[in-house]
């Protein structure tokens, strides 16, 4: 099973048990919050024989615990080390938990049997605690006298489980071939799920393929991990073989595969999904129908997701902020704000929720003025807060807003993470002060993708396509591998510098160095370049070449460069594809009856006014906005009521 990965494991981690050093070299991050208490209790004949241990299963706090314990060394039977035993599992696993006190009862007892150390690591990785876990491993390697079992790496793999965690993770994987568990059938499955967490696929694969046994719970670690990865397309073909095996998809199988539809958008798909769990009779669980819900929101039928949402007997926090998330996604903003409103939970989530939404549906304003709100009703905002309000400063230009939001993160110690920092470049660089993202770049720690094409898009946008073309070399050296966004970016600086040779060497590079396939923004930055610069003929024939319908951005930069140019054949045929496309749109008329005039064809110059006439197509005004003492403020042409009109015409002067 782990054969094929086991070579390139030891390459990466050379093998030397038990590598304790490196085990101590922990950076944790939290698990779930603990919220359902595990059944610690047992059936076992010896404990209901015994009046002690009968008595310890009845326990319901530290302190009768203690009295138990008391009573255990009095007779001398704490030397019993499966009696022993319980008192850690109360201590661990109970509602009662005390991990601090279980610690002291596992290091006092001595000799501990492996279950004692398993129940006490499985407490820690239940409780979030990963860098305890791990350090009771290594406890458990120093002492010599105890070995970890097949039962130990399963805890230990899923306190392993995050990016964070990889050098500890390989090690535990090192570990679990020299004992020789890997055909374990729950050690196989978890380190599946560590995999995947690292975005291992092809090492995941080798133990998926390679296992001696596949159950069910493998099928479900494998389709799960994908879509955590975002590889919503693998986890479906997984999904089709599993049934193509026979096996018998469950409740988890269905939340990973229903998020893989909420991915994919696919809602004739979701739908299908959920006929299968009502007609196979798969109980609808709290996370099943929030999974359900999540699709049907994210694939825009909010009357399916809210049918759910009003059948729920039992609404968690999460079924909440899924629907007033969509609701504000899609612009419904007093619905949204109604279930606010409800929520018996004061919690930050739903917050977050409705100004993520508004944000995504470009509604700026009204995402900052909730910002406002929250903080009137004493909830205290968090780092997704922050980002979300400092996108919103990003799409309404809105620079003393942001520089507000960056000084309330240093006051409040909100540290500067790669999430927050790349926000921050982002917000400062469209807000128009690329000094001040470039210093903040620099103060990013541990930069990534995103973080990167932030300061090259905000580059390109200010016009520095020497410096933005030099930071994605940068970037392309320190190991990253760009994206989409990345290459539109670079593109952009291009079209901005007119790096017309260094533009085409790029849209080539996508393809052939880095597999991307260019999208229709990417066609629409290299027409605009090769536009610019002259080269009407190669931009129309890239139109023609492309591999996917050419939008009205496509065409609207081959024929604003057409005017320009004043190359009015192919700009007549670039405003015919956009007329096509929108009849209604004035600025074409509007352009082209500019480009015959330019070109003193009066007379087809009349026609195409006439044509707009005759459509009932009028010029849509214009209209600006401004940041004025930390407010934005729209203003459109010819509007004299705004109160701050005369600010805004000073400004303009």
């Not at 290091?107 to 860098?131: A, K």
């Not at 729950?186 to 291992?200: D, K």
């Not at 968090?382 to 400092?390: A, E, P």
Request: proline share 3%; with cysteine.
């Amino acid at each position: 099973m782990f054969i094929l990965f086991a070579n390139k494991l030891r390459f990466r981690y050379p093998l030397k048990i038990p590598l304790l050093g490196l085990l101590c070299c922990v950076h944790t991050r939290s698990l779930c919050p603990y919220v359902k208490p595990i059944n610690w209790n047992t059936s076992h004949s010896f404990v209901r024989n015994n009046p002690l241990l009968s008595l310890l299963e009845r326990c319901q706090s530290l302190l009768q615990l203690k009295q138990i314990q008391a009573q255990m060394i009095l007779t001398g039977f704490i030397n019993d080390s499966f009696a022993a035993s319980r008192l850690v599992t109360f201590c661990a696993l109970s509602e009662s938990q005390a991990l601090e006190y279980c610690t002291k009862i596992l290091y006092w007892i001595p000799e501990p049997n492996v279950f004692s150390w398993n129940v006490t690591i499985r407490g820690f990785v239940e409780s979030g605690d990963l860098e305890g876990a791990v350090l009771l491993y290594k406890r458990i390697l120093q002492s010599g006298v105890t070995k970890p079992d097949n039962h130990t790496y399963p805890f230990l793999l899923k306190a392993c489980s995050f990016p964070s965690m990889n050098c500890v993770g390989y090690t535990v994987l090192g570990h679990v071939l020299k004992f020789g568990f890997e055909f374990d059938i729950f050690v196989h499955n978890a380190s599946i799920t560590m995999l995947l967490s690292y975005g291992e696929l092809e090492a995941a694969y080798d133990v998926f393929n390679n296992g001696c046994v596949r159950d069910l719970v493998t099928w479900n670690a494998m389709i799960t991990g994908c879509v955590r990865r975002g590889l919503a397309n693998e986890a479906k073909k997984l999904y089709q073989e599993m049934v193509g095996e026979k096996v018998k998809p469950n409740e988890i199988t269905m939340i990973g595969i229903i998020s893989s539809c909420s991915q994919l958008q696919d809602l004739n798909l979701g739908r299908k999904f959920h006929l299968y769990v009502t007609e196979h009779g798969i109980e609808l669980t709290i996370p099943l129908s929030n999974a359900l819900m999540d699709m049907y929101v994210k694939c825009g039928d909010l009357l399916a997701a809210r049918i759910l949402f009003d059948k729920m007997a039992h609404k968690t926090i999460v079924s909440w902020t899924t629907m007033v998330l969509g609701y504000a996604r899609f612009g419904f903003l007093d619905v949204a704000r109604e279930l606010l409103y409800k929520i018996p939970e004061k919690s930050v989530v739903p917050w977050n929720a409705i100004i993520s939404g508004c944000v995504q549906a470009k509604n700026s304003k009204e995402a900052l003025a909730l910002f406002h709100e929250m903080q009137i009703k004493k909830i205290k905002p968090d780092k997704v807060t922050m980002v979300n309000c400092l996108s919103a400063c990003s799409q309404l230009g809105a620079l003393d807003v942001g520089i507000w939001i960056h000084h309330y993160t240093k006051r409040h110690s909100i540290s500067l993470d790669v999430a927050l920092g790349t926000a921050l470049v982002d917000m400062y660089a469209k807000c128009g002060n690329i000094a001040k993202a470039l210093q903040v770049f620099q103060e990013v720690p541990q930069k990534n993708c995103l973080t990167w094409t932030a300061i090259i898009c905000g580059l390109a946008l200010h016009g520095n396509a020497w410096d933005a073309i030099s930071y994605f070399s940068e970037m392309i050296r320190s190991g990253l591998r760009p994206d989409e966004i990345t290459f539109l970016g670079v593109l952009s600086a291009c079209c901005h510098g007119g790096l017309v040779e260094e533009g085409r060497k790029y849209f080539s590079q996508m393809s052939f160095n880095f597999n991307i396939t260019p999208q229709l923004k990417h066609y629409s930055c290299m027409v605009d370049l090769l536009g610019r610069a002259g080269h009407l003929e190669e931009a129309e024939e890239l139109i023609r070449n492309m591999t996917i319908a050419a939008d009205a951005a496509v065409w609207g930069a081959l024929f604003f460069a057409c005017r320009v140019h004043g190359n009015v054949l192919i700009g007549e045929r670039a405003a015919l594809k956009l007329l096509e496309m929108d009849p209604q749109d004035s600025g074409i008329y509007v352009l082209l009856d500019t480009m015959y005039s330019e070109a003193k064809m009066w007379k087809e110059a009349r026609n195409a006014r006439n044509i707009m006439k005759k459509r009932g197509v009028e010029k849509i005004p214009g209209c600006s906005s401004i940041e004025i003492n930390g407010i934005v403020h729209e203003f459109v042409a010819k509007d004299v009521l705004h109160p701050q009109i005369m600010l805004h015409c000073e400004i303009r002067m």
